[in-house]
């Protein structure tokens, strides 16, 4: 506990209050423009350290609304339920995805109703 006031007091040590000034974001890679996508960009790609380290600092930043953390976390872990994903995980197979071209193709109708009837019992005498 006393290592960590004494870090919090060794990080307040510079800092000065100026009450004549409004509170505003600063961002210190370019203070006289500001941000600018293509500056975040830049300092991304400049490191050579691990991108995913540096990434999950970010995903987890407390201001960051939790669902969006989640999304880009699973995102960056290729956990993201796509159609090769689930096809690897053997969610869906290859011919739940032709069954889904078709559908798109056909429409709905009595063909559908017939085709569904022959995939089912074809399925189900294997």
Known sequence: MNTMLGECQVLLHDFILQAQLS???IWRLDPVSGYSVRGAYQLLTSHPSDPLDAALDLIWHKQ????????AWRLLRDRLPTKTNLAIRGIITSEAQALRGWMRRHGDGSTLIYFMQYLWFSLVIR
């Open 23 to 25: 509170d505003t974001w």
């Open 64 to 71: 960051v609304p939790l669902k969006v953390s989640i999304f």
